[in-house]
């Protein structure tokens, strides 16, 4: 199947906020993190939103944003099994001008988030119309914005103080934007928390859902910094009126974790021992010591890494509710 658009996207987070459930919206910085996620959401039999942001795309485009865009348009066209999959662009930047042409002109994007929430209320507003305009034009992708300031650090910035969304604020950003789901700050934050001393306000994103609703708009609640909320949390959240969480540590620390793992379990039989000459370019001919391809061939951690992944997405599936609810098979 190829990616499905806009248009199949809405009506996936129409049914999920008229029904209570909910998306892990996952972040792809590696390969076999996407093929994991493929994997585990045709086992769940859930519809996968997979997201990347500019550094991914430079990552995977040797430097290049827009090859980066292609060769994850191209693949996830190529790759997506029998569940719908859906691509995000996370976190562009209102003055990063090459990065919103290149995601507004380019056909695989079902949606694009764009960041201008560290301006004050008004800039925020014109900059997420302007880009609600240029995308409305170009297609049928949805538009996220944020309005909040949402702590923790993400693509190597740091921000250290979060500002909570005012749900007065939040219908008249909608009403004046058009935006189409709307990122909250709740009191999760990107990245590690090592000694979170944030509160999670549960009770505001309902807050925010009840005047939104009030005012006639029916928009689904986005919450960042979704890795490390608790089932329960999670839970608590999806009655709020959230449809979209945000995980991109989890899986980073999950690739990272599985990878320790297997070299500390198998450094014998890639490493030489102290006697054994360090003959790489003979690949050790000379000795009675080799190494053990059925180990260093990347593919058998590959496959380990994808399991792994795959795994954990199914977990957070059956904990969004959106397991065995596929609406595009
Ligand atoms: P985490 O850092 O908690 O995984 O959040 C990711 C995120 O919000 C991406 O937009």
């Known amino acids: 199947m190829p990616l499905y658009g806009g ?16 998306f892990i919206a996952s972040n792809i910085t590696h390969p076999e993190i996407a093929y994991g996620l493929l994997a585990g959401a045709e086992a769940s039999n859930t519809d996968l939103v997979l997201q990347v942001k500019r550094d991914t795309l430079e990552y995977l485009g040797r ?10 348009g191209t693949s996830l066209d190529a790759l997506a099994g029998d569940v719908g999959v859906f691509l995000n662009v996370d976190h562009v930047d209102a003055t990063d001008e090459e990065l919103r042409q290149i995601v507004t002109a380019h ?8 960041d201008a929430s560290d301006r004050p209320f008004d800039e925020n507003v014109a900059e997420t119309r302007t880009l609600v305009e240029e995308v409305r034009a170009a297609g049928d992708a949805l538009v996220e914005a944020e309005l909040g300031t949402i702590a923790g650090t993400e693509s190597g910035q740091t921000t250290t103080d979060a500002a909570y969304t005012d749900p007065a604020e939040a219908v008249a950003f909608v009403q004046q934007t058009g935006c189409d789901l709307l990122a909250v ?28 609703r009030a005012a006639g708009l029916d928009v689904p609640l986005v919450v960042h910094g979704s890795s490390g909320l608790s089932a329960d949390q999670i839970a608590a959240l999806l009655e709020t009126g959230v449809c979209k969480l945000n995980v991109n540590t989890r899986y980073q620390y999950e690739y990272a974790r599985t990878a320790a793992v297997f070299y500390r379990e198998h450094a ?16 050790f001919g000379d000795a009675d010591w080799a190494p053990d391809r059925a180990v260093f061939d990347p593919r058998v951690l590959g496959r380990e890494v994808r399991e792994r992944i795959a795994t954990v997405h199914v977990e957070l599936a059956s904990i969004a509710g959106s397991r065995g609810r596929s609406r595009c098979t």
């Open 268 to 283: 014998t039989a890639i490493l030489p021992p102290a006697d054994v000459d360090d003959d790489r370019e003979r690949l």
């Open 185 to 212: 700050s709740i009191g999760t934050e990107h990245g590690v928390a090592a000694g979170r001393d944030l509160e999670l306000r549960i009770g505001l994103a309902e807050e925010i859902d009840t005047a939104l």
């Open 107 to 114: 056909s695989a994007p079902a949606s694009i988030m764009i």
């Open 7 to 22: 248009t199949a996207l809405d009506g996936v987070y129409e049914a999920a906020h008229a029904g209570g459930y909910g």
């Open 63 to 72: 430097g290049n944003v827009a090859n980066g865009l292609d060769v994850v």
